[in-house]
Nanobody
Framework: QVQLVESGGGLVQPGGSLRLSCSAS????????MGWFRQAPGNEREFVAG????????YYADSVKGRFTISRDNFKNTMYLQMNSLKPEDTAVYYCGESRVVYTTTRLSDFGSWGQGTQVTVSS
């Protein structure tokens, strides 16, 4: 069973940047896609970004397209989310998850092995 640990969250001003990391222990990353989701208070967990095993293909929610970049380093068993031009509406707990299906997906139910999350707060 893989254990995922997110890090890199914090407080940042609007327009600022953060880089989140997701590290795996227990076993190596699977050969399936991985993704980032986020959950704001009172909201359901929503898809943010996904990346295939090779890292060649990435896909994003419309709300973050052009501002966020997802990547993964399978040798380091680590996935990243570079977040630029942050907005107050990006404030949430960010979670990384491992897909349980081989195809690209944005469905919450297709992901598992969730980490504990890292808080991102965008505020002046």
């Amino acid at each position: 069973q893989v254990q995922l640990v997110e890090s890199g969250g914090g407080l940042v001003q609007p327009g600022g940047s953060l880089r989140l990391s997701c590290s795996a222990s227990g076993r190596t990353f699977s050969t399936y896609p991985m993704g980032w989701f986020r959950q704001a208070p009172g909201n359901e967990r929503e898809f943010v970004a996904g990346v295939t095993w090779s890292g060649v293909s990435t896909y994003y929610a419309d709300s973050v397209k052009g501002r966020f970049t997802i990547s993964r380093d399978n040798f380091k068993n680590t996935m990243y989310l570079q977040m630029n031009s942050l907005k107050p509406e990006d404030t949430a707990v960010y979670y990384c998850g491992e897909s349980r299906v081989v195809y690209t997906t944005t469905r919450l139910s297709d992901f598992g092995s969730w980490g504990q999350g890292t808080q991102v707060t965008v505020s002046s």
